[in-house]
């Protein structure tokens, strides 16, 4: 085996490759290992695509020196047939004279050896490798991350995109999650919650919101201690990013108010979170067990009069005063909509008056069980007993139902659904006539009033017998039209 040294061609070549590398290894964070090994690995590829796919080359990093030796490693033979592990007898005695056929030439080689084609391929497999090895650093450090806070510099612009420099990586802000108002410039300082870390992304991987609603519970740790120290809990979040928010709140401790530390010293503490914001309101809700509650304070500044539950439905029936409705209900709907995500229960508002117009309607509407006269005193006792008061209650219980109660078999309770639908038919034919009786009424109100401010219309017989005197007047010397004035114009 013959060794053939090189000529110390590569001294500067190796320097400033092993410079590079270490420079690419401290700028993106990867570990120099893994760039020599993809060195290694990409050299060894642009040999054999200079001297074949089966050339004998070895290609290593030699620690000691700081080089990175390439050795071709060929057979001396009479003819060779495979120049890549084979080299003929007078080529290899060019190189070196006294080495005999059977032996194995080893020739060192340097990158120009290669060629220009073979090198620029191994650099693109180096800064193939290199990203890949970045985009596994940012996944590895920031998978376990979605959820939190981060900071970072505005570092472009692009297409609605915000492209924004973290730590050692870089994060985009997508124009679905930014705030309309948000108005960011290069070099800007810029605060988002990371929601994904996406690996296959061909972009940047970490993803970043400002519209997300747990952005906002971060801006509350940040800025209340008590928040972070989990003493204060938000137990709920409801968001129109830029517009309004309402949160819930709690306190685990009976000596703090829970809205006050929030709040902060003359607001000092939710204005910096809605400076933050760019200028979204923030509603902060004190939270309760008590739906009712909860309910009535979520619809806060508006004051709720009467709140039903209706649990079958898990809705809310909410009663305000009349000039209260439209602070409850919010401009385009928001305050209600927001306080219904915000306790997770459909939320009906009603006005007073609407709702006593209803309290009424229902109560003429009603038809009390004593009005049934195929049921006894003692049926009716038994009826009402089991939450059948009215008619109505009657007709949406169940035929099991009703023959479970005492005294009231298959003839009785079909006796008595009977009469019911024929008393309800009745009440409401009776309800129908009234409400069109109420409607005329109306109406012929409205057309006295409007006759009454009419002018009162002539007839043409009138109107005849009033032009004859006209015609038969003779023009007074005060009803000749005046010459125009100098300043008139005649339009013709």
């Not at 993809?38 to 030699?62: C, M, Q, W, Y």
């Not at 059977?102 to 290199?130: C, T, W």
């Not at 995109?161 to 309309?180: F, H, M, T, W």
């Not at 059948?388 to 009703?402: G, M, N, S, Y």
């Amino acid at each position: 085996m013959t060794v053939l040294p090189k000529e110390p061609q590569a001294k500067n070549v190796n320097f400033e490759l092993m410079e590079a590398m270490a420079q690419i290894a401290r700028e993106k964070s990867v570990d120099k290992s893994i760039l020599v090994e993809t060195l290694e690995a990409g050299l060894l590829s642009a040999g054999r695509k200079r001297f074949g796919p089966n050339a004998n080359i070895e290609v290593h990093f030699d620690n000691a020196s700081g080089r990175i030796v390439m050795q071709l490693k060929r057979v001396v033979v009479e003819d060779a047939d495979d120049l890549g592990l084979e080299v003929d007898l007078t080529e290899a005695r060019a190189i070196e004279p006294d080495i005999e056929i059977g032996k194995e030439l080893i020739q060192e080689l340097s990158l120009e050896d290669l060629g220009r084609n073979a090198i620029a391929a191994a650099k693109q497999v180096l800064v193939q490798r290199v990203r890949e090895a970045e985009r596994e650093r940012i996944y590895e450090d920031y998978h376990d991350r979605v959820g939190e806070m981060v900071r970072g510099t505005v570092q472009q612009v692009d297409r609605g995109n915000i492209y924004v420099k973290l730590d050692r990586s870089e994060g985009v802000l997508p124009p679905r999650e930014q705030i309309a108002r948000d108005r960011y410039h290069q070099g800007d300082h810029i605060k988002a919650y990371i929601i994904a870390v996406d690996k296959l992304a061909r972009g940047p991987q970490i993803i970043l919101s400002r519209t997300h609603p747990e952005f906002l519970r971060r801006l509350f740790e940040a800025e209340v201690p008590e928040v972070a120290e989990k003493i204060i809990e938000l137990k709920g979040i409801a968001r129109e990013p830029g517009s309004r928010a309402k949160v819930s709140v709690l306190s685990n401790d009976d000596k703090i108010d829970a809205v006050g530390a929030c709040v902060g010293i003359k607001g000092s503490r939710v204005q910096a979170i809605v400076r933050e914001l760019g200028g979204e309101k923030i509603d902060i809700v004190p939270f309760s067990q008590d739906p009712v509650v909860f309910v009535t304070r979520a619809l806060s500044p508006a004051k709720v009069l009467e709140a039903q539950v209706v649990e079958a439905e898990q809705k809310i029936l909410v009663t305000v005063a009349d000039d209260q409705l439209s602070l409850a209900i919010g401009k385009g709907g928001q305050n209600a909509r927001l306080a219904a995500k915000l306790t997770g229960w459909k939320i009906d508002l009603i006005s007073k008056s609407e709702r006593e117009r209803q309290r009424e309607f229902e109560r003429r509407v009603r038809i009390d069980i004593e009005e049934l006269e195929g049921a006894g005193p003692k049926l009716r006792e038994r009826l009402i007993r089991e939450g059948i008061e009215t008619v109505q209650d009657l007709l949406k219980t169940p035929l099991a139902e009703l023959l479970a109660i005492q005294g009231v078999g298959e003839k009785t309770a079909e006796k008595l659904l009977e009469e019911a639908k024929e008393l309800e038919v009745r009440r409401n034919q009776e309800m129908e006539q009234e409400a069109a009786r109420v409607a005329s009424e109306a109406a012929a109100a409205e057309a006295g009033a409007t006759g009454a401010a009419a002018p009162e219309t002539e007839s043409p017989e009138e109107q005849e017998t009033r032009k004859e005197p006209e015609a038969e007047a003779e023009p007074s010397p005060t009803d000749e039209t005046p010459p125009p004035s100098e300043g008139a114009r005649s339009e013709g």
